[in-house]
């Protein structure tokens, strides 16, 4: 009895297997007349289809790393311009630095030159008082034979320091020729003659 209960049931499940197999036969049969008829290989397009699923997973694959390597050269290169623009930024403070310098450098050089022309001017005006003191101390016949000896320009230079009565001194003591060529080249001391009104004043007001 349980011998034609499995017989039984074994022969369900091979008419359920059998009604799902043929009409998936039945309908690959089709298919295979439908390529036939139009001229298709069943074979190749069913290898074709393979080989296209597996192309188009590759190209969805190389087009993923490839969208990760563009990324990845953004990335880089949005680097690269922040380095670029922060040496940028030091070069301009750099720029502004070395010119600042350069600006302390010309204002310490024309200091240096302002100290350097007032100290030759202090000096020159040292030198021309010991001039003046000296020939101014000296023995007029002394003096002009000195004078007699210079060329007339330094000539000129030494005597106009001094004021009037010693010029009139040395003159006098002089060679003649030396004496005329040198007159023209005198020039008054302002020194001497406003000393010199402020006496004739002085005298004029305590007079009778």
Same mark, same amino acid.
């Given at each position: 009895?349980?011998?034609?209960?499995?017989?039984?049931?074994?022969?369900?499940?091979?008419?359920?297997?059998?009604?799902?197999?043929?009409?998936?036969?039945?309908?690959?049969?089709?298919?295979?007349?439908?390529?036939?008829?139009?001229?298709?290989?069943?074979?190749?397009?069913?290898?074709?289809?393979?080989?296209?699923?597996?192309?188009?997973?590759?190209?969805?694959?190389?087009?993923?790393?490839?969208?990760?390597?563009?990324?990845?050269?953004?990335?880089?290169?949005?680097?690269?311009?922040?380095?670029?623009?922060?040496?940028?930024?030091?070069?301009?403070?750099?720029?502004?630095?070395?010119?600042?310098?350069?600006?302390?450098?010309?204002?310490?050089?024309?200091?240096?030159?302002?100290?350097?022309?007032?100290?030759?001017?202090?000096?020159?005006?040292?030198?021309?008082?010991?001039? @003046?003191?000296?020939?101014?101390? +000296? /023995?007029?016949? $002394? &003096?002009? #034979?000195?004078?007699?000896? =210079?060329?007339?320009?330094? %000539?000129?230079?030494?005597?106009?320091?001094?004021?009037?009565?010693?010029? @009139?001194?040395?003159?006098?003591? +002089? /060679?003649?020729? $030396? &004496?005329? #060529?040198?007159?023209?080249? =005198?020039?008054?001391?302002? %020194?001497?003659?406003?000393?010199?009104?402020?006496?004739?004043?002085?005298?004029?007001?305590?007079?009778?």
């Amino acid at each position: 009895m349980e011998e034609t209960k499995h017989t039984g049931f074994g022969l369900k499940l091979l008419k359920i297997f059998l009604a799902i197999l043929v009409p998936i036969l039945f309908l690959l049969l089709l298919a295979a007349l439908f390529f036939k008829l139009a001229g298709l290989d069943p074979i190749t397009e069913a290898k074709s289809l393979i080989f296209r699923n597996e192309t188009t997973s590759q190209g969805q694959h190389a087009a993923s790393g490839g969208s990760s390597q563009t990324a990845q050269l953004k990335a880089e290169n949005a680097n690269q311009n922040a380095t670029i623009k922060q040496l940028q930024s030091e070069n301009a403070k750099l720029a502004d630095q070395v010119a600042q310098l350069k600006n302390q450098l010309k204002q310490a050089q024309n200091d240096a030159n302002a100290k350097n022309t007032q100290a030759k001017s202090q000096a020159a005006t040292a030198r021309q008082a010991v001039y @003046a003191q000296t020939y101014k101390t +000296m /023995d007029p016949a $002394k &003096a002009g #034979a000195i004078f007699s000896k =210079l060329s007339v320009q330094q %000539a000129a230079e030494y005597i106009n320091l001094l004021d009037d009565k010693t010029k @009139a001194a040395i003159l006098e003591n +002089m /060679d003649v020729n $030396k &004496a005329a #060529a040198l007159t023209p080249l =005198l020039k008054a001391n302002t %020194a001497s003659s406003s000393t010199a009104s402020g006496t004739s004043t002085t005298t004029t007001t305590t007079s009778p």
